[in-house]
């Protein structure tokens, strides 16, 4: 269970989970709100009594996919006793998640090709989501003893992003962990610079 799920009733998160499975499988406006309601076996009215409309269950559906992946990396990471291990604890979690996760690559990317109007709920979860990768690599690169730490933790996020797309799109299971290999040598190239 997520934070974004801790505080739903057990009928918001069923209306959620189907939700999200349903956008991620289908796109968000492949999806009505009469099919989230038939498949999850309540009234459009719940539907809209839990969540308002569709752009804020769309949110939900963004916020707690987010919340899952971020609880992810933390977990990973902190379980990383390597400064390098820790920097690169994402791939390890992308290639995790893998075909049960990210079969439609990232549903982020995919959900920002859907919501052209910037002021959409979900948008900001989107920015909120590369954002927080983009921390993260940023982050764990501190104790990491690099030279250029902003520069590398952008292309780690380019790196970690171009592997999902290469998972995805075609079908290659080791995108990732070619990914992960990438940005070990760009880490140990960076921190030779720094040394030179």
Known sequence: MTDTT???TAGARRILETASA??????????????IAAASGVTKRTLYDRFGSKDELVACYLR?????????????????????????????????????RSVRGC????????????GHAGRAVIDENKGWLREFFDGALATADVADRAGL???????????MVAHAVD?????????RDAARVLIDADR?????
């Open 64 to 100: 707690a996919r987010h919340d899952r992946w971020r609880a992810d990396v933390v977990a990973a990471a902190e379980q990383a006793t390597d400064p390098t291990e820790r920097v690169l604890a994402p791939f390890d979690v992308l290639e995790a998640w893998g075909p049960s």
């Open 171 to 179: 079908r290659e299971p080791s995108a990732p962990r070619r990914a």
């Open 6 to 8: 801790a505080s739903l």
């Open 192 to 196: 030779g610079t720094r040394a030179s």
């Open 153 to 163: 933790a952008v292309q780690l996020l380019v790196l970690h992003e171009g592997a």
């Open 107 to 118: 549903a982020f990317v995919n959900a920002y090709a859907e919501l052209d109007d910037a």
């Open 22 to 35: 349903l956008f991620y499988d289908h796109g968000i406006r492949g999806v009505g709100v009469d099919t």
